[in-house]
Protein backbone atom coordinates (compact mmCIF):
# COMPACT_ATOMS: atom_id res chain seq x y z
CA UNK A 1 0.00 0.00 0.00
CA UNK A 2 1.27 3.34 -0.92
CA UNK A 3 1.66 6.12 1.94
CA UNK A 4 -1.24 8.08 0.34
CA UNK A 5 -3.64 4.63 0.21
CA UNK A 6 -2.68 3.75 3.84
CA UNK A 7 -3.86 7.40 5.12
CA UNK A 8 -7.48 5.71 2.99
CA UNK A 9 -7.09 2.80 4.85
CA UNK A 10 -6.31 3.82 8.32
CA UNK A 11 -9.62 5.76 8.49
CA UNK A 12 -11.56 2.53 7.46
CA UNK A 13 -9.76 0.53 9.95
CA UNK A 14 -10.39 3.43 12.25
CA UNK A 15 -14.54 3.60 11.73
CA UNK A 16 -14.57 0.04 12.23
CA UNK A 17 -12.45 -0.03 15.57
CA UNK A 18 -14.39 2.60 17.10
CA UNK A 19 -17.51 1.22 15.84
CA UNK A 20 -15.90 -1.88 17.53
CA UNK A 21 -15.25 -0.42 21.10
CA UNK A 22 -18.77 1.45 20.97
CA UNK A 23 -19.95 -2.24 20.86
CA UNK A 24 -17.21 -3.86 22.63
CA UNK A 25 -19.78 -5.47 25.44
CA UNK A 26 -21.44 -7.65 22.63
CA UNK A 27 -18.15 -8.53 20.60
CA UNK A 28 -16.57 -9.52 24.15
CA UNK A 29 -19.81 -11.80 24.95
CA UNK A 30 -19.52 -12.95 21.27
CA UNK A 31 -15.97 -14.29 21.50
CA UNK A 32 -16.58 -15.99 24.91
CA UNK A 33 -19.67 -17.94 23.69
CA UNK A 34 -17.42 -18.98 20.80
CA UNK A 35 -18.80 -17.25 18.14
CA UNK A 36 -16.09 -15.53 16.65
CA UNK A 37 -16.47 -16.57 13.46
CA UNK A 38 -19.39 -14.47 12.74
CA UNK A 39 -16.95 -11.94 12.61
CA UNK A 40 -14.96 -13.49 10.34
CA UNK A 41 -18.12 -14.77 8.17
CA UNK A 42 -18.37 -10.49 7.84
CA UNK A 43 -14.89 -9.84 7.04
CA UNK A 44 -15.10 -11.99 4.27
CA UNK A 45 -18.90 -11.18 3.06
CA UNK A 46 -18.04 -7.58 3.28
CA UNK A 47 -14.94 -7.80 1.08
CA UNK A 48 -15.84 -6.69 -1.77
CA UNK A 49 -17.02 -3.41 -0.95
CA UNK A 50 -14.02 -3.13 2.04
CA UNK A 51 -11.03 -4.65 0.80
CA UNK A 52 -11.35 -3.09 -2.30
CA UNK A 53 -12.20 0.63 -1.15
CA UNK A 54 -8.39 -0.29 0.30
CA UNK A 55 -7.25 -1.85 -2.98
CA UNK A 56 -4.72 0.80 -5.19
CA UNK A 57 -4.52 -1.10 -8.45
CA UNK A 58 -6.35 -3.65 -9.98
CA UNK A 59 -4.28 -6.32 -11.94
CA UNK A 60 -4.80 -9.09 -13.53
CA UNK A 61 -3.78 -11.14 -10.99
CA UNK A 62 -5.31 -9.65 -7.89
CA UNK A 63 -8.60 -12.02 -8.73
CA UNK A 64 -6.45 -15.26 -8.35
CA UNK A 65 -4.92 -14.13 -5.07
CA UNK A 66 -7.89 -12.07 -3.62
CA UNK A 67 -9.36 -15.46 -2.54
CA UNK A 68 -5.98 -16.33 -0.41
CA UNK A 69 -5.77 -12.77 0.96
CA UNK A 70 -9.49 -12.42 2.08
CA UNK A 71 -9.67 -15.34 4.58
CA UNK A 72 -6.60 -15.02 5.71
CA UNK A 73 -7.10 -11.33 6.35
CA UNK A 74 -10.12 -11.71 8.00
CA UNK A 75 -9.06 -14.12 10.42
CA UNK A 76 -6.00 -12.26 11.31
CA UNK A 77 -8.12 -9.69 11.71
CA UNK A 78 -10.72 -11.13 14.01
CA UNK A 79 -8.24 -12.24 16.25
CA UNK A 80 -6.63 -9.05 16.51
CA UNK A 81 -9.47 -7.58 17.14
CA UNK A 82 -10.68 -10.03 19.63
CA UNK A 83 -7.67 -9.67 21.43
CA UNK A 84 -7.85 -6.32 21.78
CA UNK A 85 -11.60 -6.12 22.89
CA UNK A 86 -11.03 -8.09 25.30
CA UNK A 87 -7.70 -6.50 27.22
CA UNK A 88 -8.44 -5.50 30.15
CA UNK A 89 -7.10 -2.02 29.15
CA UNK A 90 -7.23 -1.83 25.73
CA UNK A 91 -5.48 0.70 23.32
CA UNK A 92 -7.61 3.23 21.70
CA UNK A 93 -9.21 3.27 18.20
CA UNK A 94 -6.95 4.94 17.18
CA UNK A 95 -3.71 2.89 17.94
CA UNK A 96 -5.68 -0.46 17.21
CA UNK A 97 -6.09 1.11 13.32
CA UNK A 98 -2.49 2.06 13.25
CA UNK A 99 -1.90 -1.47 13.87
CA UNK A 100 -4.28 -3.40 11.98
CA UNK A 101 -2.78 -1.07 9.03
CA UNK A 102 0.76 -1.71 10.10
CA UNK A 103 0.22 -5.55 9.71
CA UNK A 104 -1.41 -5.25 6.61
CA UNK A 105 1.52 -3.41 5.09
CA UNK A 106 4.38 -5.95 6.62
CA UNK A 107 5.70 -8.51 4.87
CA UNK A 108 7.42 -9.97 8.29
CA UNK A 109 8.18 -9.02 11.53
CA UNK A 110 11.01 -5.94 10.76
CA UNK A 111 8.38 -4.45 8.61
CA UNK A 112 5.89 -4.56 11.29
CA UNK A 113 8.11 -3.46 13.99
CA UNK A 114 10.21 -0.94 11.89
CA UNK A 115 7.48 0.70 9.75
CA UNK A 116 6.90 4.32 9.94
CA UNK A 117 3.26 4.93 11.24
CA UNK A 118 0.37 5.35 8.42
CA UNK A 119 -0.22 8.83 7.26
CA UNK A 120 -4.11 9.90 8.69
CA UNK A 121 -5.79 11.78 5.21
CA UNK A 122 -7.62 13.78 7.64
CA UNK A 123 -6.00 14.99 10.11
CA UNK A 124 -2.86 15.35 8.10
CA UNK A 125 -1.25 19.13 8.63
Known amino acids: LSQENG ?4 TLYLILCK ?34 MISHKKSPEVPEYIKYFV ?16 DADPISPEQMADVAVRLLRSVNVDSFLYAPPPVDKENKG
Open 7 to 10: GHTR
Open 19 to 52: ELMRSRAFFRQLHRDGFDYFLVDFFVQSHGEFFQ
Open 71 to 86: PYHANGLTVLLFQWLC
